[in-house]
Each structure stands twice: as C-alpha cells, then as structure tokens.
C-alpha cells in the first residue's frame, strides 16, 4: 500500500527556532500534499495544500510566512515553523495523494505525524 | 465552508457491545471517507464511500452512505479492546466546486472511543 514517511517523529526544542519536518511519498508519486495540525483529542485542522512545483494554498487564519511550505518533488514536500514559539507546540501531520485514480476519490495516506513541543 | 459534524464525541463500551458513528452534512457529498486513528498514532484509512445508499462490509464493522448522500455511519458489532481510537469521517467537496477546495478532505470532529474489557 501507499506509505507516507513523515520526520521527524519528535522535536523538542527552545523558542525562536526554526523547525522544518519532512514528508515523503515512498511508493508513489503525490502531486499533492497536505499539511494537518492536530490538537488533543481534537480533530485534524487543515492548515495547507502543497502542490508540487507550485505556490501551497493556505486556510484561513493560517500564517504562510510562519509556516512556509516547499513541494519541490513529486514525493517531498517540507513544512517550516519558523521562530516556533510555545503556542505553536502541537501535532503536525502530512498526508499525500496518490495520482491514480477518480480525481476526488483518491484516499489520503498520512504520515506517522511530529510532535512539535516548543520551550 | 464545507462542514461535516459527527456524533457522538466520546463513545465508552463494554468489550463485545456494538457502537455506531454517525456523520452528516448540509450538503451533499460527492464521497465520504473513513479514518481510524490509534491513541498516539496517525489516522490510517479504511474505506471510501461513492455511491447513494451503499454499504461495505469489513469484518466487524459496516460502513452506509445515505441515499441523499449527505450522512454516512460507521457500526462495529461486537467491539473489542483493539477497536479502541478515534474514528473520523472526512468528505471532500463535489465537482465544480473548483480550485483547491475540490481537493480538500474536512475532517468531523471525530469520536473517541474507548473498549472496557
């Protein structure tokens, strides 16, 4: 089945960094990724659309020059938290779809996801 | 925006009583897709709904989408300890909605659900 490799797993790490987590497609292409934060026991909150060679396409009320998102492949597509502060603490996940398919049909395959904790 | 609500939030069990899921929407949905995701993990797929009033069947549990294809409900018969999580359905918009929005998944809120043995 399609896999999505998300890394890292954990960062742990002190206000004012920049952070950048990695997600690829291992088995398949994926023209698109997306870009979820998730909260405890609170469901996933999409905050951007990757699309390979192209500018994201972010939701509302979310900061693009605070989360900067690069898909310069077809399998890889990284997510920047810069200067992270504590609020920015969270679970991030990817998720990416494959290409084959009835557009619109295609499942999402997420990443195992990173836990970003900001001191 | 595209909004899907899901009920219940939380959902607790005895091991071998059936639990059911369900998600609705004020508009119709071109498919809804189901989510399991495991305390501490990531959601992992497990079906996808196209047509008006079907049903699929994995196991224990059984899947429906509505004949206005506007809700959809997910039912494990019989749950066991390894069905504990958190179920989400998620539905993408319909065609000619056009841009991004036609490829985006909205989440439901999810419900929790936790199996006492």
């Known amino acids: 089945g399609a896999v999505v490799s998300q890394h890292p797993s954990r960062v742990i790490c002190k206000s004012g960094t920049s952070v950048k987590i990695e997600c690829r497609s291992l088995?398949?292409?994926?023209?698109?990724m997306f870009w979820y934060r998730q909260f405890p026991k609170q469901s996933l909150m999409l905050m951007a659309t990757s699309n390979e060679g192209s500018k994201a396409t972010y939701e509302q009320g979310v900061e693009k020059d605070k989360f900067l998102i690069n898909h310069a492949s077809l399998t890889l597509s990284t997510l920047t938290v810069t200067s992270a502060h504590p609020e920015d603490s969270s679970f991030y996940i990817c998720?990416?779809?494959?290409?084959?398919?009835?557009?619109?049909?295609?499942?999402?395959?997420f990443g195992d996801g990173t836990r970003l904790s900001i001191l | 925006g595209q909004q899907v609500m899901q009920i219940p939030q939380y959902q607790h069990v005895q091991e071998g009583e059936d639990f059911t899921t369900y998600c609705n929407s004020s508009t119709t949905l071109s498919n809804i897709q189901w989510y399991k995701q495991r305390p501490g993990g990531h959601p992992v797929f497990l079906i996808q709904l196209v047509k008006s009033g079907e049903v699929k069947k994995q196991k224990r549990l059984t899947f429906q989408f509505g004949e206005a294809k506007k809700n959809s409900s997910l039912h494990i018969t019989a749950t066991q300890t390894t069905d504990v999580g958190t179920y989400f359905c998620a539905a993408r918009t319909g065609p000619g909605a056009g841009g991004t929005s036609y490829g985006k998944l909205t989440f439901g809120q999810g419900t929790i659900l936790t199996v006492h043995p």
């Open positions: 088995d398949f292409q994926a023209t698109t």
């Open positions: 998720s990416a779809r494959t290409t084959t398919g009835v557009i619109g049909n295609q499942p999402q395959h």
